[in-house]
């Protein structure tokens, strides 16, 4: 998998060795997700509007990037950008309520 | 640098957007902002759990269009459109931060077929080792074990005897020296020495096949000897025995025949169990063998003991009796606070005799109690691992989130973990940890391994050993005292309110368990780091086979 990422991905996108050392000392030991989080997940992204849910699809399900989302649904890459930004705000602050509120 | 900022940049960074401009802010401010490293790390998981999703739904939609549409006569090569997006690609030397700038495709590894273990072909196994008796192989540097699964293929057994049961039941003593090679789980071939079978109903037809002949049993009891030199022999000790070899018919023989076979000639002969080691004997000899192996380990587990820096030492021998605590042997152990099992069972250890605890269900554990910090730390386990679930499983772990806890574990690919928490009190990203390489593959799971993790504050170094040699040291920057206050074996407890900011759900549903699945005979937790020799000292008195040198025990203590 590293390798097939190291020959796709394009040098410029890369962080600096230097920054990802600095990330690295804050990594975390084991982060996994539970069924549990997914399913809230699933559930949340029913309360995404349509097209910020065909924008999520395209990137999350089908691993599109931004550009070939905006040309499938005509918009502007800004536009897709700003949409699944959005969307990952609403989806973080939905599963976290969910779970707060199966975990209180 | 604002926050709002720091979250726009770190969007644009997750959607591949930047501009060369953009990229360089964002490499200024991660590089500057702790706190623009933890926003990189939250965005991080979350854009993870997303793509989790998004690849299960995906399975899910191509599984339900395949089996809604009917198949065409010709299936076209179907166009894969999905492609490997790209994420920055850390150099090995920072193996750690390959997670923090992958920590987006870091999930695809939940894909069962991209774990490291899924690309190999697992051999299938068609028979266990049941029992050995001072068993020497030609053909195994590090021995057999009891317990250990055997896929096809050669046993070369130089001297000693063993117990083999092969999966449809049948169960044969073998004896040294013997070339042995297991077909399928119903049959072998015997290159040569002696074996005596016991066949029960369901493995009849169970087969040891030679050059010159095979002896097909019905549900019997037989032996079959074939010396390097002199002629082959066949023993029916109980039941029917089909012998198949020139002759075009099967000759039967019964309850106490016996034949030798010289140059295709068939003579009869007296039948004699005597010539043959039955499971009663081998098991005599194993335990005469074991009662030396236990001796030598008792001495040096002792000297372990009364180690200077022994914080921990649990060897799960003595008296059990009815309680469910286990002492505390280090001579630096916290009076009156023994271990405390809970759910798991006493089972045997890495030999019969020796007690050991077995981990099975979810909920077991022990727990113990260590207050105290201190600047270095060694950790040191036999144990026998039988599973490797989809999930981590804990080995000695703090409990919750707190600075300077340590954890120590088998990561979901089978690599030994060592954490230590640096960051605020239950924040779940203040980890550093070091894994090996993975150690826990399907060809050693059921086998006794020796395990230690070393962390030296002078050097600011951890180091992992396996069965008594290095395999893999790191600096984890750890500027504070190590800790484990109150702690588990085998299992993990987190406080009140922790499990899911630590991506955990509580233990109420399967894959938030991280417990053990295996067996711990001997655990020892000490607060000074073990140089490299002392620590292949532990290994070699310890482990299974060979009885270890006078002279270990003596430099232990």
Redesign the interface.
């Given at each position: 998998m590293l390798q097939t990422l190291e020959k796709h991905a394009p040098v410029p996108e890369r962080l600096a060795p230097e920054v990802l050392e600095a990330l690295a000392s804050h990594g975390t030991a084991e982060t996994w997700y539970s069924e549990e989080q997914i399913q809230h997940l699933a559930k949340c992204m029913e309360g995404l509007a349509p097209k910020a849910r065909a924008a999520v699809e395209l990137r999350y399900q089908q691993a599109h990037r931004p550009p070939e989302i905006a040309s499938r649904l005509g918009w502007t890459v800004e536009s897709v950008h700003v949409a699944l930004s959005r969307a990952r705000v609403f989806l973080r602050d939905c599963v976290t309520q969910r779970m707060l509120a199966a975990h209180p | 640098m604002s926050d709002e900022r720091t979250q726009?940049l770190l969007?644009?960074y997750f959607?591949?957007?930047?501009t060369?401009e953009e990229?360089s802010e964002?490499?200024t401010m991660?590089?500057a902002s702790?706190r623009a490293?933890?926003e990189?790390?939250e965005?991080a998981?979350?854009?993870?759990?997303?793509?989790?999703?998004?690849?299960?739904?995906?399975g899910r939609?191509d599984a339900e269009s395949l089996t809604l549409r009917p198949l065409p006569a010709v299936p076209p090569a179907r166009k894969v459109?999905?492609?490997?997006?790209?994420?920055?690609?850390?150099?090995w030397?920072?193996g750690?931060?390959?997670?923090?700038?992958?920590a987006v495709?870091a999930?695809?590894?939940?894909v069962p077929s991209?774990l490291p273990w899924n690309h190999r072909v697992q051999p299938i196994s068609v028979a266990v080792l049941t029992h050995s008796a001072d068993a020497v192989w030609a053909d195994s540097g590090t021995g057999r074990q009891r317990g250990e699964s055997l896929a096809p293929g050669w046993l070369h057994l130089k001297s000693g005897a063993v117990q083999i049961e092969f999966s449809r039941g049948a169960r044969v003593v073998l004896e040294g020296p013997a070339e042995f090679q297991l077909l399928t789980d119903n049959s072998a071939f015997l290159g040569s020495g002696k074996l005596r079978a016991q066949v029960p109903d369901p493995a009849h037809g169970f087969t040891v096949k030679t050059s010159a002949f095979a002896v097909v049993d019905y549900g019997t009891e037989f032996g079959c000897s074939l010396p390097i030199s002199g002629a082959p022999q066949i023993h029916v000790f109980n039941g029917l025995v089909g012998l198949q070899g020139s002759q075009p018919t099967e000759r039967k023989l019964r309850q106490n025949q016996a034949v030798e076979i010289d140059k295709d000639q068939v003579h009869d002969i007296p039948a004699r169990r005597d010539q043959f080691l039955s499971d009663e004997e081998l098991a005599k000899r194993e335990r005469a063998s074991v009662l030396g192996r236990l001796a030598a380990w008792h001495a040096a587990s002792q000297a372990l003991s009364e180690h200077p820096a022994a914080l921990v030492h649990l060897d799960f021998e003595g008296e059990r009796g009815w309680s469910r605590n286990i002492p505390n042997r280090a001579w630096r152990a916290v009076p009156g606070s023994p271990a405390s099992m809970v759910g798991c069972q006493f089972n045997d250890g890495r030999w019969p005799g020796k007690g050991a605890i077995e981990f099975t269900r979810p909920d077991d554990r022990l727990r113990l109690n260590l207050p105290g910090g201190y600047e270095s730390m060694t950790l040191l386990a036999w144990l026998r691992v039988d599973t490797l679930p989809d999930?981590?499983q804990s080995l000695v772990m703090a409990d919750g989130l707190g600075t300077g806890d340590v954890?120590w574990?088998i990561?979901?690919w089978g690599e030994l973990?060592f954490?230590v928490h640096i960051?605020k009190n239950g924040d779940?990203?203040?980890?550093?940890?070091h894994h090996s390489e993975p150690l826990f593959t399907p060809e050693t799971l059921g086998s006794w391994v020796c395990i230690a993790s070393v962390y030296d504050n002078a050097t600011d170094t951890v180091t992992h050993y396996f069965n008594g040699q290095a395999i893999g040291a790191d600096k984890l920057?750890v500027r504070t005292l190590l800790q484990l206050e109150t702690f588990e074996i085998g299992n993990w407890a987190l406080r009140d309110?922790e499990?899911?900011r630590?991506?955990?759900?509580?233990r109420s549903?399967?894959?938030?368990a991280r417990n053990l699945q295996g067996r711990i005979d001997e655990v020892a937790v000490l607060s000074a780091p073990l140089s490299a020799e002392e620590i292949r000292q532990f290994y070699e008195i310890g482990k299974i086979e060979q009885p270890a040198p006078t002279a270990l025990v003596k430099n232990l203590r």
């Open positions: - | 726009l969007q644009r959607d591949q957007v930047l060369g990229r964002l490499s991660l590089l702790p490293r933890e990189f790390w965005l998981r979350w854009n993870a759990l997303i793509r989790q999703w998004g690849e299960a739904e995906w939609q459109e999905r492609k490997v997006v790209p994420f920055p690609r850390p150099s030397k920072i750690v931060a390959a997670l923090a700038a992958a495709v999930l695809f590894v939940s991209l999930r981590p954890q574990y990561s979901r973990g954490g960051g779940p990203t203040g980890w550093r940890y920057g309110g499990q899911w630590a991506g955990i759900v509580p549903t399967k894959d938030s």
